[in-house]
């Protein structure tokens, strides 16, 4: 599934758990890597004083990606290195469109400073733009990262990108023959007392069980026969967050995008705020992603 993956750096990468884990991935695949840093040309520091700072900008980033290849090529990984400079989130995005990769993996934490280049906002712009799968990590030295996943959470309210994550998760589940948890959340707080609410959460909870049923019919024809059925009623990113800790959930392949009005159940922000939290790696489908 990803025999050619993306992994954007920055001064913090090398001893983070993100460069372990993408090697797992490797591996397992027999995938490439490419190390990519992107000299932050839209700083006013930069702007300011010109080439002499693109250049030590440049610098930097050989110096840093040279330090992730030493890990990789301990760890017996096959990989490749890049510098360019721009604007951080839409070059990585662009870059891992032209170059067709089929992962970009993402940390969601960067390094605090002047220096740094990677920090969660920029993680979650590519989120939102890239049309690649987008795998983030949360990068705590003390936290390790599960692979091969045993368990996947496939989150769904039936929508368009839904259904796009959903293909995505269930062959990734087929290939490592992991259980899939499907968990479709309803979204309460936006209803209230009267009649007319009571009707609107009775229609999201039948939207609930059809989006769950599409997934169990896709997971079949896949030949995906281990799977967990939940319904949960909440903040979605909370639910999504304490299911991935209560079942012991590997890792989260969810849309980044869903359904509007009442009846929502996953929206854009629902899939930044599981990033920002879940304590497992996540890989976002984004609704155009061929």
């Given amino acids: ?22 090697s797992e991935l490797a591996h397992w695949d027999d995938a490439e890597i490419r190390l990519l840093f992107v000299a932050d040309t839209t700083r006013d520091s930069v702007t300011v004083v010109g080439n002499d700072v ?3 900008l440049e610098r930097e980033g050989e110096s840093v990606v040279e330090e992730a290849a030493e890990t990789l090529q301990n760890l017996g990984v096959d990989y490749s290195t ?18 067709d990769y089929d992962l970009v993996v993402m940390p969601t934490r960067g390094r605090k400073g002047i220096s740094r280049q990677l920090r969660g906002s920029v993680t979650e712009k590519v989120v939102r733009l890239s049309d690649r799968p987008v795998l983030t ?27 796009r994550a959903t293909s995505h998760g269930l062959a990734l589940a087929a290939e490592l023959d992991a259980t899939v948890h499907v968990l479709s959340v309803v979204d309460d707080s936006a209803l209230g007392f009267d009649v007319r609410s009571m009707l609107s959460g009775e229609e999201s909870e039948r939207g609930a069980n059809e989006a769950i049923s599409k997934v169990v019919e896709e997971a079949n024809e896949r030949g995906v026969t281990k799977l967990a059925e939940t319904i949960e ?18 890792a989260v392949v969810m849309g980044t995008t869903g359904r509007s009005g009442v009846d929502r159940i996953l929206l854009g922000s629902v899939a930044e705020q599981t990033v920002r939290s879940a304590p497992v790696p996540v890989i976002t489908v984004s609704p155009d992603e061929e």
């Fill in 233 to 250: 009623h909440g903040s979605p990113s909370e639910s999504i967050r304490e299911y991935v800790e209560g079942n012991d959930i590997h």
């Fill in 54 to 56: 693109v250049d030590a």
């Fill in 137 to 163: 990590a949360r990068m705590k030295p003390d936290e390790e990262l599960t692979f091969p996943y045993e368990r996947i959470l496939i989150p769904t309210d039936g929508s368009r990108s839904a259904k």
């Fill in 82 to 99: 890049d510098v360019v400079q721009g604007n951080p989130a839409p070059t990585i995005v662009e870059y891992a469109e032209e170059y």
């Fill in 1 to 22: 599934m990803y025999e050619r993956i993306l992994l954007p750096v920055d001064e913090s990468t090398s001893s983070s758990a993100v460069l372990h884990h993408a």
